[in-house]
């Protein structure tokens, strides 16, 4: 049991994390207030493509960034949940750190639980971002047609980059049509680096099966 969770009226780290089964994400007011009230938990990591800041709720993960500078992405999340009651644990965040890695180093299967709800349109493509298999791309009319909206290109790109959480919500993996690469908020180096681990995993994947 780590003392910051116990500290903040929980038992133990796991009762911390059932919470999720009573409550529903936060709502895009409720993030646009600063999380008001919300006990969230946060940590840091190395890996393959920067640092990782992840910050949890009892029902998943709320934000990942990616950058260079610990103290300027810790002061993006104090920020962003300015009005939370954020408490950095490293043990507690452990499997959620471990699984950021590894989709950062080859785009792995981790599929680690969210506590995020956009407008609807958002939460569509966020959805379908998640469906894109590690190592593929798409471009963003290929992801509108998915949807089910052929002409919201630009409705898409728009979504793709309000996304809260890189790498467990793929938008580094939407290009364009004419295949290079478009906006990224934690780079275009970064994006790059991240469709190049994940083809050569799967090129890796591919070999092991001959």
């Not at 047609?145 to 793709?160: D, E, H, K, L, M």
Request: aromatic content about 6%; overall charge neutral; proline content about 4%.
């Amino acid at each position: 049991m780590t003392e910051a969770i116990h500290d903040a009226g929980y038992g133990s780290v796991r009762a911390f994390y059932e919470e999720a089964g009573r409550r529903q994400g936060m709502t895009p007011s409720e993030f646009a207030s600063g999380a008001s009230g919300e006990l969230l938990i946060w940590a840091t990591s190395p890996s393959a493509v920067g640092i990782l800041i992840a910050v949890a709720s009892p029902r998943g993960l709320c934000a990942v960034r990616i950058g260079t500078k610990e103290a300027t992405l810790e002061a993006e999340i104090a920020a962003e949940f300015r009005h939370a009651n954020l408490i950095r644990d490293e043990e507690a965040m452990t499997d959620v750190m471990t699984a950021l890695r590894a989709l950062a180093l080859t785009g792995s299967n981790a599929n680690p639980p969210l506590d995020i709800r956009g407008r609807a349109f958002q939460a569509r493509v966020w959805q379908a971002l998640r469906e894109i298999p590690s190592g593929q791309t798409r471009t963003y009319t290929e992801l509108a047609a998915g949807i089910g909206s052929p002409r919201g290109a630009r409705a898409v790109a728009s979504a793709c980059a309000s996304n809260p959480i890189a790498l467990a919500i793929p938008c580094h993996r939407v290009i364009r049509g004419d295949g290079s690469l478009a906006g990224y908020a934690w780079g275009l180096e970064v994006k790059e680096q991240l469709l190049t681990l994940e083809a050569r995993g799967q090129g890796v994947a591919a070999a092991s099966l001959v």
